[in-house]
């Protein structure tokens, strides 16, 4: 199932604050990149966005409520607790939604960067 096109739309507008922003394919949903190569946030194909997050930010997503991400594989649930869901209060409130994206910053350009450094020595 593919993410809603008005829905990546209004996305765009939460966190048009991190401009520019870019989209990109990602499992069965989308992926939301700033700063090049950052991605900072994932619509899954559900529609609900999940935020990176870290052992620093982790945290306040969970006293706001947010859920890991989780998917079924070989009838086991996984949950990948490095992408939790935007709490809902910020889903229409561009200005809550950015600051949970400068949150989610940092835990961000970390994972880029180590995927430069990996992509570098592969080059090696």
Do not use: C, N
């Amino acid at each position: 199932m593919a993410v809603d096109p008005d829905f990546l739309d209004h996305v765009r507008d939460l966190f048009s604050g991190l401009a520019p922003l870019r989209m990109g394919r990602m499992f069965s949903g989308v992926a939301v990149y700033t700063e090049d190569d950052v991605m900072f946030a994932m619509i899954a194909a559900s529609g609900t966005i999940y935020m990176k997050t870290d052992a620093t930010s982790q945290p306040a997503y969970l006293a706001a409520g947010a859920t890991p991400f989780t998917y079924t594989k070989a009838a086991s649930t996984q949950q990948i607790t490095s992408l939790m869901s935007l709490p809902d209060t910020a889903l229409d409130d561009p200005e809550e939604a950015l600051s949970w994206a400068r949150l989610s910053l940092p835990a961000a350009r970390a994972a880029a960067l180590e995927k430069r450094r990996t992509k570098a020595r592969r080059r090696k």
